[in-house]
């Protein structure tokens, strides 16, 4: 259920912005959706795991709130994004 390193690398080289980049709002977007795919994937073999649910609604939460914001900020960014991490908006 848990990102390794190489796994949390990748996404961060594949996201970033410069080379410096350690948590821009694409690749903190980037890195909540995988955390969410991950949590899902746990949630549909253990449905009774609330503690985990309520986790996954933050991390939703979350996300849709950076999403609004890269939104307003820069539409291109956001819809490069959104269109990457497939997305629906």
């Known amino acids: ?10 996404i961060i080289s594949q996201y970033r912005i410069n080379d410096k ?15 969410v795919k991950r949590l899902t994937e746990h949630l549909k073999e253990n449905k ?3 503690s985990s649910k309520r986790g996954l609604f933050k991390m939703l939460s979350r996300r849709k709130r950076l999403l609004k914001y890269l939104e ?10 959104i269109s990457s991490l497939g997305l629906k908006r």
């Not at 259920?1 to 990748?10: D, G, N, V």
């Not at 980049?21 to 955390?35: K, P, R, Y």
């Not at 307003?72 to 994004?81: I, Q």
């Open 48 to 50: 009774k795991d609330f």
């Open 21 to 35: 980049d350690t948590g821009s709002v694409q690749l903190q977007i980037a890195l909540l959706t995988e955390h």
């Open 1 to 10: 259920m848990k990102m390794t390193s190489t796994e949390k690398e990748k």
């Open 72 to 81: 307003r900020e820069n539409e291109k960014a956001y819809r490069e994004l």
